[in-house]
């Protein structure tokens, strides 16, 4: 089956600083990826949708500057989370679709714990 | 617009039990519905999809949907439990936008008791 990897899988960073998180499609190519947020306990958020080669189309109320969405070939998108607060708190998950078929596939989220 | 719901925060099941998870949708035109599950602290795992077909749609484990047009629901089902199955399920549509983004249901926390 199409396997998704995410790295790291959990960070732990001071707060005013940078995280990259990294989302690859092993063994698929992904045009399109998606990017959510989770709270404890609570359903997905999505954040953007994330397209090879373009800017990201982010969801109202994502603030562009702050999620930098960065799909640069066609198995890795990057989410950065700039000047990171505690508030900036989650598990991040990313999700492709194989080939523009229906089902999307998830990585295995990354805790990010800002202090 | 699309969007799914799913009516139950927990549902409790004794191991042997069978199992049904509700949702129910609404969308304009024909629907595309999935489920996954997610184990703590860990992504989210495709269990099955109905796009066209049949209305029973089987999926991954032991699990099975069924797609009820007239009741616009999609509920999860599986015949006997395992403690294993204990896990946060979620509903969702896929919506009509260009990317195939989905919209989730609250999700329902299942606890399998021994």
């Known amino acids: 089956g199409a396997v998704v990897s995410q790295h790291p899988s959990w960070v732990i960073c001071k707060s005013g600083t940078s995280v990259k998180i990294e989302c690859r499609s092993l063994d698929f190519q992904a045009t399109t990826m998606f990017w959510y947020r989770q709270f404890p306990k609570q359903s997905l958020m999505l954040m953007a949708t994330?397209?090879?080669?373009?800017?990201?189309?982010?969801e109202q109320g994502v603030e562009k500057d702050k999620f930098l969405i960065n799909h640069a070939s066609l198995t890795l998108s990057t989410l950065t989370v700039t000047s990171a607060h505690p508030e900036d708190s989650s598990f991040y998950i990313c999700?492709?679709?194989?080939?523009?078929?229906?089902?999307?596939?998830f990585g295995p989220g990354t805790r990010l714990t800002v202090l | 617009a699309q969007s799914v719901a799913q009516p139950e925060d927990q549902v409790n099941v004794a191991e042997g039990n069978p199992l049904t998870v509700k949702c129910t949708y609404s969308?304009?035109?024909?629907?595309?519905l999935f489920w996954y599950v997610q184990y703590p602290n860990r992504g989210l795992q495709f269990l099955l999809k109905?796009?066209?077909?049949?209305?029973l749609v089987k999926g991954s484990y032991g699990f099975e949907a069924e797609f009820n047009k007239s009741q616009t629901s999609f509920h999860l089902k599986k015949p006997s439990a395992l403690v294993s199955d204990s896990a946060l399920y979620f509903c969702a549509v896929r919506t009509t936008d260009s990317w195939g983004k989905l919209q989730f249901g609250a999700g329902t926390q299942v606890v399998v008791t021994p």
């Open positions: 999700s492709a679709n194989v080939g523009g078929r229906d089902t999307q596939y």
């Open positions: 969308v304009s035109g024909n629907p595309y």
């Open positions: 994330s397209n090879e080669g373009s800017k990201a189309t982010y």
């Open positions: 109905y796009i066209t077909g049949d209305n």
